[in-house]
């Protein structure tokens, strides 16, 4: 017989199909490779690993995802936390801020701001008076008594209110100079910006009108009630000089109401929720049963219980649902938790840019009204703890505590 007669496929073909001995031939087949060291070895390490892939990401899934003592999301909310803290101490150290500043102000200058608008708001409704009373005198030749009598109490007016707008700023020096503070915290209204330059204008319309009146009460003493062109454009000049200067005067004041309201808001505007996550449950137990029956078929190869034919088998039925275990599970956490935390950390430095810009907006508007030598306000700014490199310490969520009450956490790397 030849030995093409006695080959395996020609041996099969004359047994009948209803025998099994095909498959026990296979298996036969099966046993002898497996005892090849190579046959064995290009596959064992390749299941051990993904077993191992799969262990390390289960681990990473159960230790940042999963368990609620060392998850991401834990530490995540004791850092917004630790941000949240952080904005509240600076808001805190703001409004003290704001607290000497409105002592400095209320003690020393605002019964000067005050008593000035006062004798300015005098003249510009007296001047105004005046010029209809002049109107009156010229179109109808009315008396001119009542007219004198009027012009005598503006000067009067305007001698109170030149004498402050020259005393003013030696006022506002000595009220510096005997303060508790020394110097420090004190504004000086008449060198801020423009300011400086309105308050010289006014001077010089004041001085213009005082000017004006004396020739004009002269004038209509002697019966003579005409009126020269300028007249009236130095009445408006004086007026709008007067709105000018007021709007000077008040506008540090403004300031510090308007910082204080906006520390107030802020305040109410930060979240007290933690940040929470709730983990991606049934994914994660798909994803942790396909890691067993990995484990499971593998163990049963190496220990010789299963063929090669029967773990390609098995491969091929549930070997995709691994991979889809995986992906469905990454996917789940990156749609839920990543993006949750994408979206929280923009809002907070959406929020942080906000405030700390609305800060050093206001203290830089205050700051400018500051003698020259005052460096507290910028001294203030320096100390807060946003120049710092924010560094957390996820595993123990060290905190230090800094001036003005101020907390942040201190880097140490992730372990």
């Given amino acids: ?4 007669k006695l080959s395996a ?7 009948s199909g209803s025998s099994d001995m095909p498959d026990r031939f296979f298996t036969a087949l099966e046993t002898r490779h497996r005892v090849v060291e190579a046959h064995m070895m290009t596959a064992v390490p390749q299941l051990q690993a993904a077993i191992a892939a799969h262990k390390q990401m289960q681990f990473d899934v159960q230790t940042d995802v999963a368990d609620a003592g060392t998850s991401l999301a834990t530490a995540l909310s004791k850092f917004f936390t630790s941000v949240g803290n952080m904005v509240r101490g600076h808001i805190a150290a703001s409004v003290a801020l704001l607290d000497v500043l409105n002592d400095v102000y209320w003690n020393h200058v605002d019964y000067l701001v005050t008593g000035f ?3 300015l708001e005098r003249v ?3 001047t105004a008076e005046a010029q209809i009373m002049i109107n009156i005198a010229l179109a109808w030749d009315s008396g001119t008594s009542n007219l004198v009598n009027r012009l005598e109490l503006l000067k009067r007016r305007n001698d109170d209110a030149r004498n402050m707008s020259h005393r003013s700023e030696d006022v506002l020096n000595a009220e510096a100079l005997k303060s508790s503070r020394n110097w420090l915290y004190f504004p000086n209204l008449f060198r801020v910006s423009g300011c400086s330059t309105t308050f010289h204008a ?10 004006w009146l004396d020739m004009y009460t002269l004038k209509l003493v002697n019966g003579d009630t005409s009126v020269d062109d300028d007249l009236f454009r130095n009445m408006t ?4 000089d007067i709105v000018a200067t007021t709007t000077c005067l008040l506008s540090y004041k403004e300031l510090l109401t308007a910082f204080k309201s906006n520390l107030d808001s802020q305040l109410a505007a930060l979240n007290e929720d933690e940040f929470s996550y709730d983990a991606p449950t049934s994914s994660i137990l798909k994803f942790n049963m396909a890691g067993q029956w990995l484990q499971s078929v593998t163990r049963q190869y190496v220990a010789g219980s299963l063929s090669k034919r029967e773990l390609a088998e098995a491969l091929y039925r549930n070997g995709s649902e691994v991979v889809y275990a995986a992906e469905r599970l990454y996917s789940d956490i990156e749609l839920s938790l990543f993006t949750k935390i994408t979206n929280e950390v923009n809002n907070q430095e959406t929020e942080m840019v906000s405030f700390y810009g609305s ?8 700051q400018r009204y500051m003698y020259e030598h005052d460096t507290s306000l910028e001294q203030f700014v320096r100390r807060f703890s946003i120049w710092r490199m924010p560094i957390v310490n996820y595993q123990k969520a060290q905190v230090l505590q800094l001036p003005f009450g101020v907390r942040h956490y201190r880097v140490a790397p992730k372990k």
Wanted: proline share 0%.
């Fill in 1 to 4: 017989m030849s030995a093409g």
């Fill in 9 to 15: 496929n020609v041996i099969l073909d004359k047994i």
């Fill in 237 to 240: 000049q004086l007026r709008s």
């Fill in 202 to 211: 006014l001077r010089d319309s004041l001085e213009t009108q005082r000017q």
């Fill in 124 to 126: 510009d409704s007296e």
């Fill in 117 to 119: 608008l006062s004798s």
């Fill in 359 to 366: 800060v050093l907006r206001r203290v830089s508007e205050l």
